[in-house]
């Protein structure tokens, strides 16, 4: 039987239960408003036949592939039948300029590109300006291109699957570059596997579990957190192809959808869906997931209230395994407001500014077989925030009592007003403690007499009724006078990144322009 584990290739993740059980519904594709539904057997067969193309078109183990690609079965299949042959995709954010995309295609050295027109208009031209040697069009034509659909068309499901070194990658992931550039990461299958191995092994999932995926594929939050985890296991996932509130509430009625998961932003919006919560069958749903950003706790406790079902707070990086932290193996519940605890496997420790690793606050350092050993071409970079193994995070947590650990917010994100240092997160929940605050942000900005000070962007539950001096009175009354906000735009909605996170840095730069006065 070939598996994920005798091949040490991540490619093949789910073909044990594609042998197993090779009807059973895998994905539900919801793109372009039509339904497919694709089951276990042939989703194996068609990732083996793109790894069949690539070699065809003389791609080799190890080359790149940039694919910048919507919310489809095509992801998955591209994705995971490139890692197959060997061949490492190099998936893209839709949404990036073309100066972005032009810098990823140099740092990664890419060696051929995939291409859907209508998830990106300029990547095409791009890729034609580097001259790539591989060119593949999905769902458009192109001269001197290579017709997805058609290529598939020509290659047999069958290929003999060799296996890897532990070091070879498996795919290589661009963060989203809020601080600068965006930094190459490159993922060993070996990581990535033993950390799928861990999941099934300590959490073993129920195979008749369906999450519903409506953020994007290229982004962790869906594929850590429901594709890889449910057809691991046998499950199944609805697949969005983009965010709707009210589409996504409906879906869970529709499909019976077991579990959800998003960013804080996804539950912040199908929560204001009142009369839908109240009307729909939400009674299949078990678990909601939220992460990938700052969650507060007025959130969590509404998620749980309106849901009628468990939420769970997740925590992961990238470069870092991706999670670190899960539900307690000898079972129990995990406190509010808490990523969990460590997972067996894993190290952490949380380290302070003066290098001190038994604290119970601190900068997040973790180690395990899937911390990657570097950024793509940043030896400097790799210097600062990889040592002896140990990946520095860049996020503060605090440890309690009971070895959970909680979420305070990025190093960078802290600041000192008039001596007292601030965390950004901890104003945000004071905010939205508020009756009528759906979401906030705060964000520094240079101040007369205390160096920093904070200020907030926020929205307005729907029909709510508040303005900006009531709503630093309740600050006022009901936190520290220091970490009062300044200064309160009120907006409609909060800006977003492609990931559907909060652009904290286009906050700041608007309210520091704003806030000039304060200076």
Not at 290 to 315: I, N, T, W
Not at 368 to 375: D, K, Q, T
Request: negative net charge; contains cysteine.
């Amino acid at each position: 039987m070939t598996d994920m584990l005798t091949t040490n290739n991540l490619g093949y993740y789910l073909t044990e239960w594609a042998e197993r059980s090779p009807s059973r519904t895998a994905v539900i594709d919801l793109f372009g408003g039509k339904e497919r539904i694709i089951d276990y057997g042939t989703l194996d067969d068609r990732m083996t036949m793109f790894a069949n193309v690539l070699l065809s078109l003389g791609m080799e183990p190890g080359e790149r592939l940039i694919m910048s690609v919507s919310n489809r079965i095509e992801f998955m299949e591209i994705m995971f039948g490139a890692m197959r042959a060997g061949i490492v995709p190099v998936p893209i954010n839709t949404g990036l300029s073309a100066d972005v995309i032009d810098y990823i295609i140099g740092d990664s050295d890419c060696r051929g590109g995939l291409v859907e027109p209508i998830a990106n208009t300029v990547i095409a031209d791009i890729v034609d300006q580097h001259q790539l040697g591989v060119k593949l069009i999905l769902d458009g034509v192109r001269d001197e291109w290579n017709d997805y659909e058609t290529a598939m068309a020509g290659v047999e499901p069958t290929l003999a699957p060799t296996r890897l070194s532990d070091d070879h990658i498996c795919f290589q992931a661009y963060t989203s570059g809020s601080t600068g550039r965006p930094k190459g990461v490159p993922l060993t299958h070996a990581g990535q596997v033993w950390w799928l191995d861990c999941y099934a092994r300590y959490w073993p999932p129920n195979p008749d579990a369906r999450s519903l995926v409506a953020v994007p594929l290229y982004h962790k939050n869906a594929m850590a957190g429901a594709a890889k985890p449910r057809l691991v296991a046998g499950g199944s996932f609805v697949l969005m192809p983009q965010f709707n509130a009210q589409k996504f509430l409906q879906n869970i009625e529709n499909y019976k959808v077991t579990t959800i998961g998003g960013v804080p932003t996804v539950f912040s919006l199908i929560l204001q869906e009142q009369e839908m919560l109240q009307n729909l069958d939400l009674s299949s749903l078990q678990l909601a997931i939220v992460g990938s950003a700052p969650v507060h706790d007025e959130l969590f406790e509404e998620m749980r209230d309106k849901l009628g079902c468990e939420v769970m707070q997740s925590y992961g990086l990238t470069e870092g395994g991706p999670v670190m932290f899960g539900p307690p193996v000898e079972g129990g519940t995990t406190p509010i407001g808490s990523a969990g605890k460590p997972w067996p496997e894993g190290e952490v420790k949380l380290v302070d500014t003066e290098g001190d690793d038994s604290v119970n606050i601190g900068e997040l350092w973790v180690r395990n077989p899937g911390v990657i050993s570097g950024y793509h071409n940043l030896p400097k970079i790799n210097a600062e925030r990889i040592v002896d193994g140990w990946l520095r995070t860049g996020d503060l947590f605090r440890r309690d009592e009971d070895d959970f650990y909680y979420f305070v917010g990025r190093t960078d994100d802290m600041f000192n007003c008039g001596g007292e240092n601030i965390y950004p997160q901890e104003v945000e929940n004071l905010l939205m403690s508020h009756p009528a605050v759906n979401e906030a942000c705060v964000v520094p900005v240079p101040y007369r007499t205390k160096g920093d000070a904070p200020v907030t962007m926020l929205s307005l539950i729907k029909g709510a009724d508040a303005d900006e001096e009531e709503i630093k009175s309740y600050c006022l009354k009901n936190g520290p006078a220091y970490a009062h906000p300044r200064r309160i735009i009120i907006v409609d909605e909060l800006p977003l990144s492609g990931a559907r996170k909060i652009d904290r840095s286009w906050i700041k730069k608007r309210m520091t322009d704003e806030c000039q006065d304060l200076a």
